[in-house]
């Protein structure tokens, strides 16, 4: 039927009218919309190709207009397994290619449903036919009978070994697959034998690799040499300057005529001897055998010249330094070992084991034992040691904790000792070669000669006791001769760097005289060298030096041991010439003659010590002397006076020493000899006057008389004159 079409005003008016009437019209609301749209699902990829038992990745989606309210589920044909969380298929454990086909379904609140599905060709597995690659590296050995080689063991495999590698080997060797070792069988001929190692993986495959050794008989021990050369680092001065050691141009010297030893490993000594004048040695000893090398820093020898010399550490119980190489077994044929002591230099200070100081001082005495034997070939040594450690350093106190004051000569339980210093960035000495034969020159007057000096400070512009300027103007002087360079040396400061030198030919001193060192060092050179200069014109050498040291007429003087004493035996030598001596000691302002020095117009300053020696009766009569400090004190010009008289027959001789003018209260003090011995002292410490009897021989004494006040450390110094008488019995 059709209807009549309502305009659009009459619509409108109609719709105005309210509703109140029964007559009027009323509109119906359209239908509600119907979901018939299905959910989409999709795989991607949508085919995939799994290996049995395997895993793959395919991307499952489902999408709605409205929204998913089941699923997605998926299930798979022929034994595949999908899983939705992860996005993962799953294949079946299967023998020959397989289709699955997994359905993914899902559906919405309308109750559409969709799906997808995903085609998967799961792939029987390709069967494993590699076997593990097993190899040796190298694969040949020869390894000595009952030795051990070594030889690199790998197996690898392209899906895992998971068994092996195991490893046998023919003809009775061995090999260690966790240390990689082969170790040869006990042969007395050359055996072959073969290492067979096996390893196989999972599926059963099996790889395999050799080793081929060939094991020979141990050698025979046979007698080889064993040799090599000694050294030790020598640090030398700069040529020319005044500074310090030169580190710069360490050279290697070497360790000449020391004991050296060969041991085993058990520290056994299996054989000694003695290092040449090269520093070489050598060994016969049977190969296969375990040895090391050990040098001694010290000197043995017997006849015709006997040395007893050793270098020890003060401060470790006087232990003998040595120097050792390592543990190691000897070839079959001759082997060389070389050994060098190394400074322990490190280029700004030392910073490994200072090995070299003890053989540098060891060497130092040696030349210096060495130039003596020249001059005498029959010539003796007492047994001396040399003390050096790093901790030895300026201070008083132990010896054993290395405070031993300076570089000094001493004599300890009977034994001479040369103290030298080692305390690095302070003062060292092991290669100041000046001081070390200085020092040395002390132990020569000590035990071959004699020596009647009291030590104490002192330097060339020093006037000193007389005893004290001619030991230390002889320890000077001979550093010189022995070293052929004479200009004295001595390194101290931070890394050693900085030093004096003093040239002993110096002629000018400004305490020229028998009092001085440099007086006495002057004269001493000049005799010896062959450089004429100012009053020198001679040129002895050391023999008639050396003679004149070790003439009885000299060890047995009544008088001290000085310059006059000295010079009286030198003019005893053959060959000497007194008018040569004269000129030296005038140009020293020296003028005394005999051991006594009669006739010496020099009085250094003071009146009283003119003459050198005062001449004591012997009947009680009073003679006046002082003990001044002019110069310093304890072995200064002037301490202490000298005095000589003669026993008439031996008996008990009275001395009475009393204060006379000066000081208001001294300690009068004194000492008396018989030819450089001891055999009488006053010294009671009684104020102003000491009082002593003595029992004395026949003969000619000498004696020193002193203030205390003036030679005692830490008293109050001041000037006392004295009269001194002395009673015969």
Same mark, same amino acid.
């Given at each position: 039927?059709h209807?009549?079409?309502l305009?659009?005003a009459s619509?409108?008016?109609?719709?105005?009218?309210g509703?109140?009437?029964?007559?009027g019209? %009323?509109?119906?609301?359209?239908?509600p919309?119907?979901?018939?749209t299905?959910?989409?699902?999709s795989f991607s990829?949508?085919?995939?190709?799994?290996?049995?038992?395997?895993?793959?990745?395919s991307?499952?989606?489902?999408?709605d207009?409205?929204g998913?309210?089941v699923? &997605?589920?998926?299930?798979?044909?022929?034994?595949?397994?999908?899983?939705?969380?992860?996005?993962?298929?799953? /294949?079946a454990?299967?023998?020959?290619d397989?289709?699955s086909?997994?359905?993914?379904?899902?559906?919405?609140?309308a109750?559409n449903?969709?799906?997808a599905?995903?085609? @998967?060709?799961?792939?029987?597995?390709?069967?494993?036919?590699t076997?593990?690659? @097993?190899q #040796?590296?190298?694969?040949?050995?020869?390894v000595?009978?009952?030795?051990?080689?070594?030889s690199?063991?790998?197996?690898?495999?392209?899906?895992?070994?998971?068994t092996?590698?195991?490893?046998s080997c023919?003809?009775?060797?061995s090999?260690?697959v966790s240390?990689?070792?082969?170790?040869?069988?006990?042969?007395?001929t050359d055996t072959?034998s073969?290492c067979?190692? %096996? !390893?196989?993986? *999972?599926?059963?495959?099996e790889?395999?690799?050799?080793?081929?050794?060939?094991?020979?008989? !141990?050698p025979?021990?046979?007698?080889?040499?064993?040799?090599?050369?000694?050294?030790?680092?020598? @640090?030398?001065?700069?040529?020319?300057?005044?500074?310090?050691?030169?580190?710069?141009?360490?050279?290697?010297?070497?360790?000449?005529?020391a004991?050296?030893?060969?041991?085993? /490993?058990a520290g056994?000594?299996?054989?000694?001897?003695?290092?040449?004048?090269? =520093?070489?040695?050598s060994?016969?000893?049977l190969?296969?055998?375990?040895?090391?090398v050990? @040098?001694?820093?010290?000197?043995?020898?017997?006849?015709p010249?006997?040395?007893?010399?050793k270098?020890?550490?003060?401060?470790?119980?006087?232990?003998?330094?040595?120097?050792?190489?390592?543990?190691?077994?000897?070839?079959?044929s001759?082997?060389?070992?070389?050994?060098n002591?190394?400074?322990g230099?490190?280029?700004?200070?030392?910073?490994?084991?200072?090995? /070299?100081? &003890? #053989?540098?001082?060891?060497?130092t005495?040696?030349?210096?034992?060495?130039?003596?034997?020249?001059?005498?070939?029959?010539i003796?040594?007492?047994?001396f040691?040399v003390?050096?450690?790093?901790?030895?350093?300026?201070?008083?106190?132990?010896?054993?904790?290395?405070?031993?004051?300076?570089s000094s #000569?001493?004599v300890?339980?009977?034994?001479?000792?040369?103290r030298i210093l080692?305390?690095?960035?302070?003062?060292?000495?092991?290669?100041?070669?000046?001081?070390?034969?200085?020092?040395?020159?002390?132990y020569?007057?000590?035990?071959l000669?004699?020596?009647?000096s009291i030590?104490g400070?002192?330097?060339?512009?020093?006037r000193?006791?007389?005893?004290?300027?001619f030991?230390?103007?002889?320890g000077n002087?001979?550093s010189?001769?022995i070293?052929?360079?004479?200009?004295?040396?001595?390194?101290?400061?931070?890394q050693?760097?900085?030093?004096?030198?003093?040239n002993?030919?110096n002629?000018?001193y400004t305490?020229?005289?028998?009092?001085?060192?440099?007086?006495?060092?002057?004269?001493?050179? *000049?005799l010896?060298?062959? /450089?004429?200069?100012?009053a020198?014109?001679?040129?002895?050498?050391?023999? &008639?030096?050396?003679?004149a040291?070790?003439?009885?007429?000299?060890k047995? %003087?009544?008088?001290?041991?000085?310059?006059?004493?000295?010079l009286?035996?030198?003019?005893?030598?053959?060959?000497?010439?007194?008018?040569?001596?004269?000129?030296l000691?005038?140009?020293q302002a020296?003028? =005394?003659?005999?051991g006594?020095?009669v006739?010496?117009t020099? *009085?250094? +300053?003071?009146?009283?010590q003119?003459?050198v020696?005062?001449?004591?009766?012997?009947?009680?009569?009073?003679?006046?002397?002082c003990?001044?400090?002019?110069?310093?004190?304890y072995?200064?010009?002037?301490?202490?006076?000298?005095?000589?008289f003669t026993?008439?027959?031996a008996?008990?001789?009275d001395?009475?020493?009393?204060?006379?003018?000066?000081?208001?209260?001294?300690?009068?003090d004194?000492r008396?000899?018989?030819?450089?011995?001891?055999?009488g002292?006053?010294?009671?410490?009684v104020a102003?006057t000491?009082?002593?009897?003595?029992g004395?021989?026949a +003969?000619?004494?000498?004696?020193?008389?002193?203030s205390?006040?003036?030679?005692?450390?830490?008293e109050t110094?001041?000037?006392?004159?004295?009269?001194?008488?002395?009673?015969?019995p």
């Amino acid at each position: 039927m059709h209807l009549p079409t309502l305009s659009i005003a009459s619509a409108l008016l109609l719709s105005a009218c309210g509703g109140g009437g029964g007559g009027g019209s %009323t509109v119906t609301p359209p239908p509600p919309v119907v979901d018939r749209t299905a959910p989409a699902l999709s795989f991607s990829p949508s085919s995939l190709t799994v290996e049995s038992e395997a895993s793959a990745t395919s991307t499952l989606t489902a999408t709605d207009a409205v929204g998913i309210t089941v699923g &997605p589920n998926v299930s798979c044909t022929n034994g595949g397994t999908f899983s939705v969380a992860t996005n993962t298929f799953t /294949a079946a454990a299967v023998t020959a290619d397989t289709q699955s086909v997994c359905t993914a379904t899902a559906s919405d609140a309308a109750g559409n449903s969709g799906s997808a599905t995903l085609t @998967v060709t799961m792939t029987a597995p390709v069967p494993d036919t590699t076997a593990p690659v @097993v190899q #040796f590296s190298p694969a040949t050995l020869t390894v000595e009978s009952g030795q051990t080689g070594s030889s690199t063991l790998t197996a690898t495999d392209d899906s895992g070994v998971t068994t092996g590698p195991t490893v046998s080997c023919t003809n009775g060797g061995s090999f260690n697959v966790s240390t990689n070792t082969f170790t040869a069988a006990t042969v007395t001929t050359d055996t072959e034998s073969v290492c067979t190692a %096996t !390893a196989s993986d *999972d599926a059963g495959n099996e790889g395999t690799g050799t080793l081929t050794v060939t094991m020979t008989p !141990a050698p025979v021990a046979t007698n080889v040499t064993v040799s090599g050369k000694l050294t030790y680092d020598r @640090v030398p001065f700069p040529v020319g300057a005044s500074s310090g050691l030169d580190y710069d141009n360490i050279v290697q010297l070497p360790i000449r005529q020391a004991p050296v030893e060969l041991l085993n /490993a058990a520290g056994a000594v299996l054989d000694s001897t003695v290092s040449d004048d090269n =520093g070489d040695y050598s060994f016969t000893v049977l190969s296969g055998t375990e040895v090391r090398v050990r @040098v001694r820093s010290e000197v043995q020898k017997g006849a015709p010249n006997e040395i007893n010399l050793k270098v020890v550490d003060n401060t470790s119980s006087d232990a003998l330094y040595a120097l050792q190489g390592g543990l190691a077994e000897v070839p079959n044929s001759n082997q060389t070992r070389n050994l060098n002591a190394a400074s322990g230099w490190g280029g700004s200070g030392y910073t490994t084991t200072r090995a /070299a100081a &003890p #053989f540098a001082l060891l060497d130092t005495i040696y030349g210096t034992l060495e130039d003596f034997i020249a001059v005498d070939a029959d010539i003796d040594f007492p047994a001396f040691n040399v003390l050096w450690s790093t901790r030895n350093r300026a201070e008083p106190g132990s010896v054993a904790d290395g405070q031993i004051g300076t570089s000094s #000569f001493t004599v300890s339980n009977g034994i001479p000792v040369i103290r030298i210093l080692g305390d690095a960035n302070n003062d060292t000495d092991e290669y100041d070669v000046h001081v070390v034969v200085h020092e040395f020159g002390h132990y020569f007057e000590n035990s071959l000669s004699r020596s009647d000096s009291i030590g104490g400070q002192h330097s060339s512009s020093n006037r000193l006791d007389a005893r004290v300027a001619f030991g230390e103007g002889w320890g000077n002087a001979l550093s010189g001769m022995i070293l052929g360079d004479s200009f004295y040396r001595d390194s101290f400061g931070s890394q050693q760097g900085s030093g004096f030198r003093i040239n002993v030919e110096n002629n000018t001193y400004t305490s020229t005289g028998w009092y001085s060192e440099g007086s006495v060092q002057s004269i001493l050179y *000049d005799l010896f060298d062959s /450089a004429n200069d100012g009053a020198d014109t001679s040129s002895y050498g050391l023999a &008639p030096i050396y003679g004149a040291f070790t003439d009885p007429d000299y060890k047995d %003087t009544e008088a001290f041991t000085t310059i006059f004493a000295f010079l009286e035996a030198l003019e005893n030598q053959t060959g000497v010439n007194a008018a040569e001596i004269t000129a030296l000691t005038t140009a020293q302002a020296i003028s =005394g003659t005999t051991g006594f020095g009669v006739g010496e117009t020099n *009085d250094g +300053g003071l009146p009283d010590q003119l003459p050198v020696y005062l001449s004591l009766p012997t009947n009680n009569t009073n003679i006046e002397f002082c003990s001044v400090d002019n110069f310093g004190d304890y072995n200064k010009h002037g301490n202490r006076r000298y005095l000589e008289f003669t026993a008439p027959t031996a008996g008990n001789y009275d001395f009475v020493m009393t204060r006379a003018s000066g000081a208001a209260t001294s300690d009068p003090d004194f000492r008396v000899y018989k030819d450089g011995v001891l055999v009488g002292r006053g010294e009671s410490g009684v104020a102003n006057t000491e009082t002593q009897t003595i029992g004395l021989t026949a +003969g000619q004494h000498v004696m020193e008389a002193y203030s205390f006040q003036n030679v005692g450390p830490g008293e109050t110094r001041a000037d006392v004159c004295y009269t001194l008488r002395l009673e015969a019995p």
